[in-house]
Nanobody, 127 residues
Framework: QGQLVESGGGSVQAGGSLRLSCTASSDDVTRYRMAWFRQAPGNEREGVATISTVTNKTVYADSVKGRFTISQGIAKNLLYLQMNSLAPEDTAMYYC????????????????????WGRGTQVTVSS
């Protein structure tokens, strides 16, 4: 059973930066695609960024383009999310996720297409 563990969340002021990390229990979990999602209270879980671990191609939600960068570590079981120019609307629980198969491009930011999930790390941005 795949296991993902997030770290790096915290509280920052608007305009600040944070880097989230995700460690997968095995390389098998990272075989196809990994992603970051977030969920604010009262909101649905939304896709933030995703990376194909085969091609390294990335996709971002419009709300974070130009501010967030997803990357995979040299060790393939590591995933990062560099978040710059943070704004209060970025406040949410951030989750790392991994897919168990290849996903169609239209589905890469849909949470229901991901099989493995971490427990999340909280990011709070104050104005």
């Amino acid at each position: 059973q795949g296991q993902l563990v997030e770290s790096g969340g915290g509280s920052v002021q608007a305009g600040g930066s944070l880097r989230l990390s995700c460690t997968a229990s095995s390389d098998d979990v990272t075989r196809y695609r990994m992603a970051w999602f977030r969920q604010a209270p009262g909101n649905e879980r939304e896709g933030v960024a995703t990376i194909s671990t085969v091609t390294n191609k990335t996709v971002y939600a419009d709300s974070v383009k130009g501010r967030f960068t997803i990357s995979q570590g040299i060790a393939k079981n590591l995933l990062y999310l560099q978040m710059n120019s943070l704004a209060p609307e970025d406040t949410a629980m951030y989750y790392c996720a991994a897919a168990s198969s290849v996903l169609l491009s239209a589905f890469v930011l849909r949470p229901d297409k991901y099989r493995y999930w971490g427990r999340g790390t909280q990011v709070t941005v104050s104005s």
